[in-house]
């Protein structure tokens, strides 16, 4: 069974920045898509970013684009999701997910447990 488990959250300011880990274990295969997802208070799960398995093609929301970057190191199993100039309005319960396919939906088949981002002055 595929674990995946999320850090890196916390406290920012506005125009902060953060960096979120993913490591993946249990079945994880390094040929899986990976995505970080986010849910806000009162709000439905979204995609935010995507990777494919060799980290040759990315996308990520418009909210996100020019934001943030997602990145991914197989040998070590870990996606990384660093964000810039963070809003209030980025705050959110961020998850990490992992599937066969690059799906900007929720398609995945796995889901970690999230870290919370709370971006507030």
């Known amino acids: 069974q595929v674990q995946l488990i999320e850090s890196g959250g916390g406290l920012v300011q506005p125009g902060g920045s953060l960096k979120l880990s993913c490591a993946a274990s249990?079945?994880?295969?390094?040929?899986?898509?990976m995505a970080w997802g986010r849910q806000g208070p009162g709000k439905e799960r979204e995609v935010v970013s995507g990777?494919?398995?060799?980290?040759?093609?990315?996308f990520y929301s418009t909210s996100a684009k020019g934001r943030f970057t997602i990145t991914r190191e197989n040998a070590k199993n870990i996606v990384y999701l660093q964000m810039t100039n963070l809003e209030p309005t980025d705050t959110a319960v961020y998850y990490c997910?992992?599937?066969?396919?690059?799906?900007?939906?929720?398609?995945?088949?796995?889901w970690g447990q999230g870290t919370q981002v709370t971006v507030s002055s």
């Open positions: 990777i494919s398995w060799d980290g040759g093609a990315t």
């Open positions: 249990g079945g994880a295969s390094k040929s899986d898509a």
């Open positions: 997910a992992a599937g066969s396919f690059l799906d900007y939906g929720l398609n995945y088949d796995s």
